[in-house]
């Protein structure tokens, strides 16, 4: 199994910033893919940033210019740096990894993490 644990939620004003962090842990071999997505209330879970293990991040042009996607390879972890936040940035904050548990190509993972909320006032 792999696990994901999300950290740095919070309430914070508009303008604000806030860094969230999530560690990947247990049978992991390589991880392609790392990236957050959120959900607000009444609304369907949405991406937010990806980043590959070879650098290349994508993000949703809701967030662009003021979110940063980030990744530590060694340690499994993948950042999210947000500044400029806006109350319609408040939402659950999923973290996600895909990767492989070992060596052989079809020992697959996709793993989610349990959320953390942002909250955003304005």
């Known amino acids: 199994q792999v696990q994901l644990v999300e950290s740095g939620g919070g309430l914070v004003q508009a303008g604000g910033s806030l860094r969230l962090s999530c560690a990947a842990s247990?049978?992991?071999?390589?991880?392609?893919?790392m990236g957050w997505h959120r959900q607000a209330p009444g609304k369907q879970r949405e991406l937010v940033a990806t980043?590959?293990?070879?650098?290349?991040?994508n993000y949703a042009d809701s967030v662009k210019g003021r979110f940063t996607i980030s990744r530590d390879n060694a340690k499994n972890t993948v950042y999210l740096q947000m500044n400029s936040l806006k109350s319609e940035d408040t939402a659950v904050y999923y973290c996600?990894?895909?990767?492989?548990?070992?060596?052989?190509?079809?020992?697959?993972?996709?793993?989610w993490g349990q959320g953390t909320q942002v909250t955003v006032s304005s």
């Open positions: 980043v590959t293990s070879g650098g290349s991040t």
């Open positions: 996600n990894a895909a990767g492989s548990r070992t060596s052989r190509w079809y020992d697959r993972f996709d793993s």
């Open positions: 247990g049978s992991i071999f390589s991880i392609n893919t």
